[in-house]
């Protein structure tokens, strides 16, 4: 085969909501070429130099006054931090220096598509999203090394990275030194805290894992942010416009720029983020016995949705895991499902069904009610604010993630 000629289909396409997802939303044939793919298979050997400068300055100065530096930083501006060290400067240099496409009106606009789906965007970010990103075993490994298997920790990453994408996609927040900004600058720092600690791990395999937490892999889980999310969001019955789906593309193309990833990957429309979806899933998506053990951990949280409440806790519990798995299994497809070993539950399969076939008959009202938007996103806002407030009563909640800013051993 040519090196110009296009690819096959990968599986993951070809298969579950997704088969169905690229027949209804996908601008024809994504397909990539061979060339195409080795270009894209380069960006795996590569991490993200500025922040992890400031990672190796962290380390070397005193305990804790790194860190002090950037959040000063963060905060207040480079600017305000007196004769700051040349990593620190390089690394806020470029993320207070907005890039020329930003319009914050359309950051806001996006954000507000997001907010008006209230909680229902929750289920494409767990069932779809993380369940989704562990087919991928080489972007698992860092998960494996840092603990993210054991039992007690999947409920904390959950929280954590619901709390995460709350921040990012609420209106307003992405202005610079606000609190989604913040926690995108974070993010990033604790991607290069990760990379610093696998890298001196010596059973980390380059050959078989390439480098760890690379571009590659940060732009494919920017993808299950966004055009994920945007496609399960629509096989949930959620009705958006192009202006919308363009409009949230857009929040996460800056988002995906805060965290350090190349110009030349971020995708910069919906049919831009098909395309390196293809190579994604041609190149990465291929799962083993660690992503069957993080998508086990990843259910037993969802038990926990009956924690303290006695024998109805007990239904509850199990019936929040067969929803979720049941999400899943639409979604990734049976093959997929089956390997990460997710429950199959017609009941439950045709409830989620059911439910989005319900969610587009009242969208398809609400599209052509006067105010019937306006009030949606206020709900959705409210019922975000109150979610927020029960993680908050439920986990201690880091916004700063010191957690996983240790020094790398």
Not at 29 to 50: C, H, I, K, M, S
Not at 63 to 75: D, K, P, Q, S, V
Not at 369 to 393: D, M
Request: aromatic residues 8%.
């Amino acid at each position: 085969m040519s090196v110009d000629e296009r690819l096959p289909e990968p599986d993951f396409l070809r298969s579950g909501g997704f088969r169905l997802a690229t027949r209804l939303y996908a601008p024809g044939d994504v397909r990539g070429t061979r060339r195409q793919l080795n270009a894209f298979r380069e960006y795996a050997q590569l991490g993200d130099p500025l922040a992890d400068d400031v990672v190796a300055l962290i380390e070397r100065l005193p305990e804790g006054e790194g860190r002090a530096l950037f959040e000063r930083a963060l905060t207040d501006g480079i600017d305000a931090v007196p004769d700051p060290p040349a990593e620190l400067l390089a690394f806020f240099r470029h993320a207070e220096a907005t890039p020329y496409w930003v319009d914050d009106t359309r950051l806001d606009a996006g954000a507000r598509a997001i907010v008006r789906t209230g909680l229902l965007g929750l289920f494409p970010l767990g069932d779809m999203a993380l369940m989704g990103g562990y087919l991928s075993s080489r972007a698992t490994k860092p998960l494996v090394g840092t603990g993210a298997l054991v039992e007690d920790m999947a409920p904390k990453r959950l929280v954590e990275t619901t709390h995460w994408w709350l921040e990012v996609t609420t209106p307003g927040a992405l202005r610079t030194h606000e609190h989604g900004y913040a926690a995108a600058l974070r993010v990033r720092l604790v991607h290069a805290h990760v990379r610093a600690a696998m890298n001196r791990r010596p059973d980390w395999d380059h050959d078989a894992w390439d480098r760890p937490v690379n571009q590659v892999q940060t732009v494919g889980t920017l993808l299950l942010f966004s055009l994920v999310y945007v496609v399960g969001m629509q096989l949930l019955g959620v009705r958006y416009t192009d202006g919308e789906r363009a409009d949230i593309h857009h929040l996460w193309r800056y988002v995906g720029h805060l965290m350090g990833i190349d110009d030349e990957l971020l995708p910069a429309t919906e049919d831009d983020a098909w395309r390196l979806l293809w190579l994604l899933a041609t190149s990465e998506f291929i799962p083993d016995d660690d992503s069957k053990r993080l998508a086990a951990a990843l259910l037993a949280a969802h038990e926990g949705a009956g924690e303290g409440r006695g024998a109805l806790g007990t239904v509850l519990a199990e019936a929040s895991v067969r929803v979720h798995a049941s999400v899943s299994r639409l979604v990734l497809g049976k093959d997929n499902a089956d390997f990460l070993g997710l429950p199959n539950d017609p009941i439950a399969q045709g409830a989620v069904v059911a439910g989005a076939a319900a969610n587009f008959a009242a969208e398809s009202v609400r599209r052509v009610v006067p105010g019937a938007t306006a009030v949606q996103q206020r709900i959705g806002e409210l019922g975000r604010r109150q979610y927020l407030r029960r993680l908050g009563s439920l986990f201690r909640i880091d916004g700063t993630y010191a957690r996983h800013m240790r020094p790398a051993a």
